[in-house]
């Protein structure tokens, strides 16, 4: 064979070699029966060609794609959090819908489509029969390009048009109906019936509209239409709704995946995860926008010449990368650019290039899967081809089919990898081994390209073996989701209006708040004063605790933290001077019932019990330390380390304790065990210790909170207001005791009936009205974002002449003890010069 012929068989000939490679690696026999490959074995070279110059770098091995999965679930993380989101090209955005369809569902309501090549209009009656049925008709209408590139005022206005088109023809306009909103572009939610479109995507670029609500911009086009009554209730993503479609038949579905004119996916995540809403119970479906996912660069190494060169001439270059490798408005146009470059370099069409596969979108999807088929795929490609005037051979058809091969196929692999990550993380917020659950699908380039759904679903079962998933196809399309997640809003509404209703003794204006506010002050200036202190509800209760820290002491201590039912004894390491710093070790010990409410020796053996374990844990028992003792109970102290406890609260009930001192109690527990001997030099209220751990860090710290199994707070007073206490110079910490506040009546009208029942269930009947009972059980060392944030706007709206920082005790008090009883050495050592 000479150079000519050589040349001619790399020309031509090698597109036999090349799909013969193909069908090697795919194992696949489709094509078995079209070429015998045998006679192109001394065809390598051509082979190597082919392969390294065009199609290589879309052949996707499986440790590239488990790479890919672990990559998108990197991103998952980063979009989840608060932090980390404002730079995550994967948004996660909150859909605020929280729940699936339970079949109790009924009513009319009405559906609009929009995102894709058309948009539509819906009908949905849903019938609470015990079938979970339902009847749905809709009507399709054009999106002409004048439309959704123009103004977004046309192009709502435009929707309303149909919409009313639609409900004329259905007879529907005599009726008001609520609506359900498929908006199938990335947009920030922060209700259910609100959302802010972050940006375009697709071939939509209508202006105006990026940054605004488009629910409120699909509602005053509404209002134009006198004639018609709609209610917008609910705005979703087309993900979201191929998920509620999909999980009306099979409640296993928590996944919704697009893979159409776009792609993109959404599942229900765990509330706790979900930094950007507030609350941790439940779950909410987070729409993921995937195609974003690599806009960043990480997915460079992966992309192609030919990726890189349909980007740049798309309507958002830069964005949306990982959608422009998979769906279906790009394939096409991906398989032209591969195509005309083969046929510039003489490998195909005998090297003649045609006016049409010059043009940008000549090649579309429907091209892509025709020429793809099984039986007809090529006389579909010898047609198509010849349609735009490029006269192949046999040979060009068969390589022209092998480019559309890679390309989908490449597609199939990325979105698979996608959603594997998505599948393990569910599989791992349920803490299974396997999992088993249902995906939702709907999109044009799934449900019409005859190889697609095979290959995506070999491709993740490879991926995630340990998930068994059931892949169900949206029959009624995301629309009919976006009419269930109406339906399920509707029904949540009305369970909603009688919790209200249930709730609306609890809500506090601005002007009862005041009023307590009021009355709280009355009660603190009450319990300092020596008159009035005895009936004073809100004691008041000095500490003889009267320095914060200030950075000279060092040395070791133990704490102690009684209050809840689990006991903590630590041993803290202090260092002062430039290497200032504060260590700790802790053991906690649980306070069992029986205890807690027998007798005050058994309560204080079992403390002392949990001390010597912690001292032998720590081999320090022949140790004499100095010890602080956290006794989050009301106590009436004459000085530091004499505590007389006042009485219980919290469910402790301990006999012969209340009216003793709680440091005597323990002095002779410890004499009774006979192991060991502690330098006990403080007692104080977890309040105290609170303030100064915080003190610690921020010397301006002079008020202690706690709200959590009680709640009570403290705070440095002047000397002169304490007329209970000798001595007018500097401060000390008050402990206010302010559960008890409202035991003389004064909060009365404030008190529902719930908290009366409550009361009479209670083991201290009249006591404590406003302690844990009324107070949310929120550990502040484990706060609530929800609580912490109305804590600071009231605190705002009723003090605004106070500039209050929030610090949180992230040691808790059991640190505060031991820091007071270093304070209290220090102030002894200089006592005594």
């Known amino acids: 064979m000479g150079l000519c012929e050589s040349a ?36 390598r070279k051509a082979l190597e060609v082919i392969q390294w110059l065009y199609l290589y770098h879309m052949r996707l091995s499986d440790d590239v794609l488990l790479d890919v999965m672990a990559r998108f679930q990197a991103e998952m993380v980063k979009g989840l959090g608060r932090d980390t989101n404002p730079t995550a090209t994967v948004k996660m955005l909150p859909s605020f819908v929280r729940s699936l369809p339970d079949g109790s569902e009924k009513g009319d309501f009405l559906a609009v489509d929009l995102g894709g090549s058309q948009f539509r209009a819906l009908e949905v ?98 209002q134009k239409h006198k004639d018609i009554d709609v209610d917008v209730l609910a705005m ?62 990480a997915l460079d190494d992966l992309r192609t010449e030919f990726d890189r060169e349909l980007d740049l001439g798309s309507l958002n270059p830069g964005k ?66 010849t349609e735009l005037n490029l006269f192949p051979s046999e040979d060009d058809c068969i390589a022209v089919q092998h480019v559309c091969t890679i390309v989908s196929f490449r597609s199939a692999n990325l979105c698979a990898a996608a959603l594997a990550a998505i599948l393990t993380r569910l599989r791992e917020n349920k803490k299974l081994l396997r999992l088993r659950t249902t995906v939702g699908i709907d999109g044009g380039l799934y449900k019409t390209h005859p190889q697609y759904p095979k290959r995506l679903h070999k491709v993740v079962r490879r991926l995630v073996p340990n998930c068994d998933v059931r892949f169900l196809l949206s029959q009624s399309g995301s629309a009919k989701g976006a009419a269930m997640v109406t339906a399920v809003a509707y029904r949540l509404a009305a369970q909603r209006k009688q919790i209200d209703a249930v709730l609306a003794p609890f809500v506090l204006s601005l002007e009862t708040l005041r009023d307590v506010k009021n009355k709280m002050r009355t009660e603190l200036e009450y319990g300092l004063k020596r008159e009035t202190q005895d009936r004073a509800t809100v004691k008041m209760l000095p500490t003889y605790v009267c320095g914060t820290p200030d950075g000279t002491e060092k040395g070791k201590y133990l704490a102690l933290d009684l209050g809840g039912t689990n ?41 002392v019990q949990c001390i010597a374990d912690f001292l032998e844990y720590m081999g320090i028992k022949g140790a004499r330390l100095p010890l602080g003792f956290t006794f989050s109970f009301p106590c009436r102290q004459a000085s530091i380390d ?140 484990s706060f609530s974002f929800s609580f912490s944030r109305v804590l600071q706007e009231t605190v705002k709206e009723l003090a605004p002449r106070c500039d209050v920082t929030f610090m949180l005790s992230e040691d808790g008090s059991g640190k505060g003890a031991a820091l007071i009883t270093a304070v209290a050495k220090r102030l002894h050592n200089i006592g005594q010069k």
């Not at 792609?263 to 979900?274: D, F, G, K, L, S």
């Not at 003489?346 to 999807?365: D, R």
């Open 8 to 43: 001619w068989v790399l020309r031509v000939s090698s597109h036999r070699v090349f799909f013969f490679w193909y069908a090697q690696e795919s194992s696949a026999g489709v094509w078995a029966g079209m070429v015998d490959p045998t006679q192109w074995w001394g065809h």
């Open 125 to 222: 009656k849903v019938f609470n029969d015990g079938r979970q049925s339902s009847q749905l008709e809709s009507k399709f209408y054009p999106t002409p390009k004048e439309v959704i590139q123009g103004s977004g005022a046309e192009l709502f206005s435009y929707v309303a048009d149909c919409l009313s088109d639609f409900m004329e023809s259905r007879n529907l306009k005599h009726k008001k109906l609520p609506l359900g909103f498929t908006f199938s572009f990335p947009c920030k939610q922060t209700e259910l019936e609100e959302g802010v479109l972050l940006s375009w995507t697709k071939h939509f670029k209508a202006r105006g509209v990026q940054g605004t609500d488009v629910a409120s911009s699909l509602r005053k086009a509404l």
């Open 236 to 297: 979703v993503n087309d993900t979201v709704g191929t998920m509620m479609t999909c999980g009306y038949d099979d409640p296993r579905c928590e996944v919704g995946l697009i893979i159409g004119t776009g792609t993109n996916a959404c599942y229900m995540e765990e509330m706790r995860h979900i930094d950007l809403v507030e609350g941790d119970e439940g779950r909410m479906c987070i729409n993921t926008e995937w195609g974003a996912f690599g806009d960043d660069g």
């Open 320 to 385: 949306q990368l990982f959608e422009k490798m998979i769906s279906s408005l790009y394939l096409g146009e991906l398989v032209r650019l591969i195509l005309l470059k083969m046929t510039k370099e003489g490998l195909l069409f005998n090297g003649k290039v045609s006016a049409a596969l010059l043009t940008k979108g000549k090649i579309e999807m429907k091209h892509v899967s025709a020429m793809e088929k099984y039986k007809e795929g090529l006389s579909n490609t010898k047609e198509i081809l």
């Open 567 to 607: 006991f903590r004894v630590l041993l803290v390491k202090i260092r002062s001077g430039r290497r200032r710093s504060v260590r700790m070790y802790n053991k906690i010990f649980a306070i069992p019932l029986e205890i807690m409410q027998g007798t005050g020796e058994e309560l204080f053996d079992h403390i």
């Open 642 to 781: 004499k505590g007389t406890l006042v009485g219980w609260t919290k469910g402790f009930k301990a006999t012969d304790c209340e009216g003793e001192d709680v440091v005597d109690m323990l002095r002779e527990a410890i004499r009774r065990r006979n192991e060991f001997d502690l330098d006990i030099v403080a007692v104080v209220n977890d309040t105290v210790g609170t303030m100064m751990t915080c003190g610690y860090e921020d010397p301006n710290c002079e008020i202690g909170l706690i709200a959590g199994t009680g709640s009570n707070v403290c705070y440095m007073e002047d000397m002169k207001n304490i007329e209970i206490v000798e001595g007018n110079e500097g401060k000390m910490c008050i402990n206010t005791e302010w559960g008890g506040f409202g035991d003389n009546g004064c909060i009365d009208n404030i008190r529902t009936k719930y908290d009366k029942e409550v009361d009479e269930g209670s083991l201290n009947i009249k006591a404590k009205v406003s302690d844990q009972k009324s107070i949310p059980r929120i550990l502040f060392s």
